[in-house]
């Protein structure tokens, strides 16, 4: 909570001494338009950036391998992320409401968590790589642009709720291999 609510703060600047940015580290940082990840980071931490919503772009260098819980959850101006080629984890609700059409998610990435992306309105289409083996509830939910979505052949179920409210979706094809579709 370093910086928690500094409303005013508009540009953060992040030595290469740091390697992880703590919970709630610029929670609520609601002016924070740039942020500067260097490359020695390799987490971002629950809440890190929540809330900041006029944060527009956000760069991951590719040390970073988890992006916890709500790290940005109510980014509501993020439209424009770039995820590490070695990302593993993305926890629940971490990019939640925010508003990118495309996201490129590596095939290093294991687990995605629940809401991970639900509730962006402009999310068009989405690739989710065959390494994923952890698939949360309610990954797209309310995610109402979202048109064509190509899911990993490994996994064994689709996740309830995964694109409830997903109106836009007009085809899609089930993963050989998958022996359960949730509620």
Do not use: W
């Not at 995820?83 to 409401?97: D, E, I, R």
């Not at 899911?151 to 085809?171: A, D, K, V, W």
């Amino acid at each position: 909570d370093a910086f928690y609510d500094c409303t005013g703060l508009t540009n953060v600047t992040i030595p290469n001494s740091v390697t992880t940015i703590a919970d709630g580290a610029f929670y609520g940082c609601k002016g924070l338009t740039n942020v500067t990840i260097p490359n020695s980071v390799t987490t971002i931490g629950e809440n890190a950036f929540s809330g900041c919503s006029s944060l527009e772009r956000i760069i991951l260098s590719d040390n970073v391998t988890k992006i916890d819980h709500f790290a940005f959850q109510l980014c509501t101006a993020l439209s424009d992320v770039t995820l590490s080629k070695n990302l593993k984890y993305v926890g629940t609700q971490a990019f939640y409401q925010c508003c990118f059409e495309e996201i490129d998610l590596p095939d290093t990435l294991t687990f995605i968590g629940e809401s991970a992306f639900s509730d962006n309105h402009k999310l068009t289409s989405i690739t989710i790589p065959d390494s994923v083996t952890v698939l949360g509830n309610y990954i797209f939910s309310s995610c109402d642009a979202l048109t064509e979505v190509v899911l990993p052949q490994g996994i064994l179920q689709i996740p309830q709720g995964m694109f409830s409210n997903c109106n836009s979706i007009t085809e899609f094809t089930v993963p050989d291999g998958v022996t359960s579709i949730r509620e």
